[in-house]
Nanobody, 125 residues
């Protein structure tokens, strides 16, 4: 019933920008705890940031100032704007949703119930 679908990945040069999107369906309208993650080959999954039901955002130190999380007005689509991309940013990017968590308890360590299949981002020189 619940669907989480990432899109917008692709190849970009070092220093460039890319925006990936996450469309969520099958949930009641409103704000939820949502997060962006990434995983590169042979590395553990890394939490990049979250946005809670009130629109408050948290970012990992590694992407603070370069990545920005936003939502559409209906809060059914989550975006990750990535700027000043580096080769180390190359990874599969995943979106996750926890529809039952509210407020400041939203962070990357949450056991998110719904995940997308990911979208590949490749940064090269």
């Amino acid at each position: 019933q619940v669907q989480v679908v990432e899109s917008g990945g692709g190849s970009v040069q070092v220093g460039g920008s890319l925006r990936v999107a996450c469309a969520v369906s099958g949930l009641p309208s409103g704000g939820y705890c949502m997060g962006w993650f990434r995983q590169a080959p042979k590395k553990e999954r890394e939490g990049l940031g979250t946005i809670d039901s009130d629109g408050q955002r948290k970012y990992a130190d590694s992407v603070e100032g370069r990545f920005t999380i936003s939502q559409d007005n209906a809060k059914t689509t989550l975006y990750l704007q990535m700027d000043a991309l580096e080769p180390e940013d190359s990874a599969m990017y995943y979106c996750a949703v926890d529809p039952f968590r509210t407020g400041a308890f939203c962070w990357s360590g949450v056991d998110f119930g719904y995940w997308g299949q990911g979208t590949q981002v490749t940064v090269s020189s």
